[in-house]
């Protein structure tokens, strides 16, 4: 028999749903509330694989049954996402931004969206806050899985070995591996299937190993036990919540608490007092029949507010936020979710549902094709259609591709050994030594290199400013990087080493951290070298620069002047900062070049070099390939001055 309605299962849902929306807006009060959707994982492998063994028990498993009630449940709120963030990205979003989203639609349609965000992860990975259907990627396990384990359950049923033991078995190797690569890569354990198949395979065990049992006398007896199950699986729910990070290794040994404690809670069902009175209250059902809308909708609303500069930073918008989550997601169940998985008129409105979501791909293709319409915006006063700016703002920049990341720029998780010999360059006698975090990566494309007589030597890493003895928790390497750079400078000095940094580190550059760069600088001119350039803090923007210049077009109709405020970050804290690096270069013979002095004045910065289609930066604070030459050219006087 399939499963009934179960109130204490939705009340779990609730209990999942409230966390990661918790987690998303206020990740200073539940800080593991992303566990939410691993409690969903083993919600989602239980209810499903129990109703597959129901049928194949009964004979009547039909999988073209299967796939059109998943899509009757998934695909009408999803589809109405979909046209929801597209209609407000064309509104909204710069062309790069909406050629993106063109990308992230797709890949949610296709069920993909996980491996989509896997493969885009990394250091210049556009940040999550630009993301409306990130959280589509836990969407794209569970429908993988569902491809794959039907099928299997298929093929395993009324065989000779136990499908019991069976899904132990393909759990433990799951867990295995994603015990492996939470360590090794830790991107690959948490958004790729087979990593994370045994959460839902917990789910399929419960279920299995209730197949031939039912509730009996010898089993009320042990009401007890079960009660104990059910608040010992709720003390693992609340420690999850409450004590994994983003910081742990997730999904790793502690991933077992939200699937212990899911499964300790499913296993007890209304024998449970936790189950009866807590989790099968009225608001907790309500919210656990809606709870499917409310995780679509909770996240691109966030996304959305913050692309507005809504204030997303303020108490009472995000309350807002909420509670416009939770009207739209009743809204949704109430008219859309529901109407669908009556049954019905089942044929065609799974048909109707298909044809829709194809509608959806078409549209994206559209976008996606036309590099997401940079026409948009070049009708506005400012901008001449021959000026094609929107276009080469967002196609024509290879950023972060010519800073050698992974050879010259260390990411996180490499090494001092990691730096390759193109690293160095061959020709000593002009040679310029830059050493760096990601910022001075970003200078690299501005020394108009040549690729066999190159001068320019590159000693780059991640969160890592050239300071000997500098430690962090974001890249533990960091020492040993910058003392594996200082030797190399010992061994062969350079003519010429250049020093830079966004510098904000440390907001003030503390008087220890000053004496430790002076420290740095006396070292490099006693190994022989001639010269040491410090560059200075670079004005920083509130967002990417390209989306700064293309929200001056929608709010004011014009592009901005070539020197502006709008947009622009901390300009005080940038002068303070510089004001300490002056007085530690000053103090240990270094040349000290401001770039604030050369790309800002009287409060403006530079936003763009001749016209708006050469963005300073692409994003943030890291140069651009122009603005990278622009910095380069405008100290090479510095450089070179007075240098015998």
Same mark, same amino acid.
């Given at each position: 028999?399939?499963?009934?309605?179960?109130?204490?299962?939705?009340?779990?849902?609730?209990?999942?749903?409230?966390?990661?929306?918790?987690?998303?807006?206020?990740?200073?009060?539940?800080?593991?509330?992303?566990?939410?959707?691993?409690?969903?994982?083993?919600?989602?492998?239980?209810?499903?694989?129990?109703?597959?063994?129901?049928?194949?028990?009964?004979?009547?498993?039909?999988?073209?049954?299967?796939?059109?009630?998943?899509?009757?449940?998934?695909?009408?709120?999803?589809?109405?996402?979909?046209?929801?963030?597209?209609?407000?990205?064309?509104?909204?979003?710069?062309?790069?931004?909406?050629?993106?989203?063109?990308?992230?639609?797709?890949?949610?349609?296709?069920?993909?969206?996980?491996?989509?965000?896997?493969?885009?992860?990394?250091?210049?990975?556009?940040?999550?806050?630009?993301?409306?259907?990130?959280?589509?990627?836990?969407?794209?396990?569970?429908?993988?899985?569902?491809?794959?384990?039907?099928?299997?359950?298929?093929?395993?049923?009324?065989?000779?070995?136990?499908?019991?033991?069976?899904?132990?078995?393909?759990?433990?190797?799951?867990?295995?591996?994603?015990?492996?690569?939470?360590?090794?890569?830790?991107?690959?354990?948490?958004?790729?299937?087979?990593?994370?198949?045994?959460?839902?395979?917990?789910?399929?065990?419960?279920?299995?190993?209730?197949?031939?049992?039912?509730?009996?006398?010898?089993? !009320?007896?042990?009401? =007890?036990? &079960?009660? @104990?199950? /059910? +608040? #010992?699986? %709720?003390?693992?729910?609340?420690?999850?919540?409450?004590?994994?990070?983003?910081?742990?290794?997730?999904?790793?040994?502690?991933?077992?608490?939200?699937?212990?404690?899911?499964?300790?809670?499913?296993?007890?069902?209304?024998?449970?007092?936790?189950?009866?009175?807590?989790?099968?209250?009225?608001?907790?059902?309500?919210?656990?029949?809606?709870?499917?809308?409310?995780?679509?909708?909770?996240?691109?609303?966030?996304?959305?507010?913050?692309?507005?500069?809504?204030?997303?930073?303020? !108490?009472?918008?995000? =309350?807002? &936020?909420? @509670?416009? /989550? +939770? #009207?739209? %997601?009743?809204?949704?169940?109430?008219?859309?979710?529901?109407?669908?998985?009556?049954?019905?008129?089942?044929?065609?409105?799974?048909?109707?549902?298909?044809?829709?979501?194809?509608?959806?791909?078409?549209?994206?293709?559209?976008?996606?094709?036309?590099?997401?319409?940079?026409?948009?915006?070049?009708?506005?006063?400012?901008?001449?259609?021959?000026?094609?700016?929107?276009?080469?703002?967002?196609?024509?920049?290879?950023?972060?591709?010519?800073?050698?990341?992974?050879?010259?720029? !260390?990411?996180?998780?490499?090494?001092?050994?990691?730096?390759?010999?193109?690293?160095?360059?061959?020709?000593?006698?002009?040679?310029?030594?830059?050493?760096?975090?990601?910022?001075?990566?970003?200078?690299?494309?501005?020394?108009?290199?040549?690729?066999?007589?190159?001068?320019?030597?590159?000693?780059?890493?991640?969160?890592?400013?050239?300071?000997?003895?500098?430690?962090?928790?974001?890249?533990?390497?960091?020492?040993?990087?910058?003392?594996?750079?200082?030797?190399?400078?010992?061994?062969?000095?350079?003519?010429?080493?250049?020093?830079?940094?966004?510098?904000?580190?440390?907001?003030?550059?503390?008087?220890?951290?000053?004496?430790?760069?002076?420290?740095?600088?006396?070292?490099?001119?006693?190994?022989?070298?001639?010269?040491?350039?410090?560059?200075?803090?670079?004005?920083?923007?509130?967002?990417?620069?390209?989306?700064?210049?293309?929200?001056?077009?929608?709010?004011?109709?014009?592009?901005?002047?070539?020197?502006?405020?709008?947009?622009?970050?901390?300009?005080?804290?940038?002068?303070?900062?510089?004001?300490?690096?002056?007085?530690?270069?000053?103090?240990?013979?270094?040349?000290?070049?401001?770039?604030?002095?050369?790309?800002?004045?009287?409060?403006?910065?530079?936003?763009?070099?001749?016209?708006?289609?050469?963005?300073?930066?692409?994003?943030?604070?890291?140069?651009?390939?122009?603005?990278?030459?622009?910095?380069?050219?405008?100290?090479?006087?510095?450089?070179?001055?007075?240098?015998?």
């Amino acid at each position: 028999m399939r499963i009934g309605y179960r109130p204490e299962i939705d009340g779990l849902r609730a209990f999942a749903v409230l966390s990661v929306l918790i987690f998303h807006y206020f990740p200073e009060v539940l800080p593991g509330g992303f566990v939410g959707v691993d409690i969903f994982f083993v919600i989602s492998g239980y209810l499903i694989s129990k109703n597959i063994f129901c049928d194949l028990g009964a004979g009547k498993f039909n999988f073209l049954d299967f796939y059109s009630r998943r899509i009757r449940r998934i695909f009408p709120a999803l589809i109405l996402i979909f046209l929801f963030v597209l209609i407000l990205g064309w509104l909204l979003f710069t062309p790069l931004s909406y050629f993106r989203l063109s990308k992230h639609v797709l890949a949610g349609a296709g069920f993909v969206s996980n491996l989509l965000f896997w493969s885009e992860s990394g250091y210049f990975d556009v940040a999550s806050s630009s993301k409306p259907l990130l959280h589509l990627w836990s969407l794209g396990i569970e429908e993988q899985f569902y491809l794959l384990w039907p099928l299997a359950i298929w093929l395993m049923w009324n065989r000779k070995f136990s499908l019991f033991w069976l899904i132990i078995l393909i759990s433990f190797v799951s867990f295995l591996l994603n015990l492996y690569l939470v360590s090794y890569s830790s991107k690959s354990a948490f958004y790729f299937l087979a990593p994370r198949a045994w959460e839902l395979l917990a789910g399929a065990l419960l279920a299995c190993s209730e197949i031939n049992s039912a509730p009996n006398k010898a089993e !009320l007896k042990q009401k =007890f036990l &079960l009660n @104990f199950g /059910s +608040f #010992f699986g %709720a003390l693992c729910l609340i420690f999850g919540v409450f004590f994994i990070t983003n910081k742990s290794q997730f999904p790793g040994w502690v991933a077992l608490f939200p699937i212990i404690g899911s499964i300790l809670i499913l296993r007890a069902g209304n024998l449970s007092w936790i189950n009866r009175v807590i989790l099968s209250n009225r608001p907790m059902l309500w919210i656990g029949l809606i709870s499917y809308s409310l995780y679509l909708w909770h996240w691109p609303l966030l996304i959305l507010a913050g692309i507005l500069d809504l204030g997303t930073h303020l !108490l009472e918008i995000r =309350f807002i &936020l909420i @509670f416009l /989550s +939770f #009207f739209l %997601a009743y809204l949704t169940y109430k008219y859309i979710e529901k109407p669908f998985q009556n049954i019905a008129q089942s044929v065609f409105k799974t048909w109707t549902l298909i044809i829709a979501m194809f509608c959806v791909i078409g549209i994206s293709l559209i976008i996606f094709w036309n590099q997401g319409f940079p026409d948009r915006f070049l009708s506005l006063k400012g901008l001449a259609r021959s000026e094609t700016s929107a276009s080469k703002i967002i196609f024509n920049e290879s950023f972060g591709q010519n800073f050698r990341a992974q050879k010259c720029f !260390l990411v996180n998780g490499q090494g001092p050994n990691d730096f390759e010999a193109q690293c160095r360059s061959k020709d000593r006698n002009n040679e310029v030594f830059v050493w760096g975090d990601s910022h001075a990566a970003s200078l690299y494309p501005g020394f108009n290199y040549d690729e066999k007589n190159g001068f320019v030597s590159q000693f780059t890493a991640s969160t890592c400013p050239p300071i000997l003895g500098w430690e962090t928790s974001m890249n533990v390497s960091c020492r040993a990087i910058n003392d594996h750079v200082i030797s190399i400078i010992k061994k062969s000095p350079p003519k010429i080493v250049v020093l830079y940094a966004a510098w904000y580190w440390d907001s003030y550059l503390l008087e220890e951290k000053i004496s430790n760069i002076q420290n740095t600088i006396d070292e490099i001119y006693a190994a022989g070298v001639k010269r040491v350039i410090i560059l200075g803090p670079p004005p920083t923007w509130k967002k990417n620069v390209p989306d700064i210049i293309y929200d001056h077009i929608r709010e004011f109709g014009n592009v901005p002047s070539q020197f502006t405020n709008f947009g622009l970050g901390n300009l005080s804290r940038a002068y303070l900062i510089e004001g300490n690096l002056k007085i530690a270069s000053k103090d240990a013979g270094a040349y000290y070049y401001s770039l604030l002095d050369a790309l800002c004045k009287t409060g403006r910065c530079m936003i763009y070099v001749n016209e708006a289609s050469n963005p300073i930066s692409m994003d943030a604070g890291h140069f651009s390939n122009i603005g990278a030459s622009t910095v380069i050219n405008s100290i090479r006087s510095v450089m070179y001055k007075n240098l015998e």
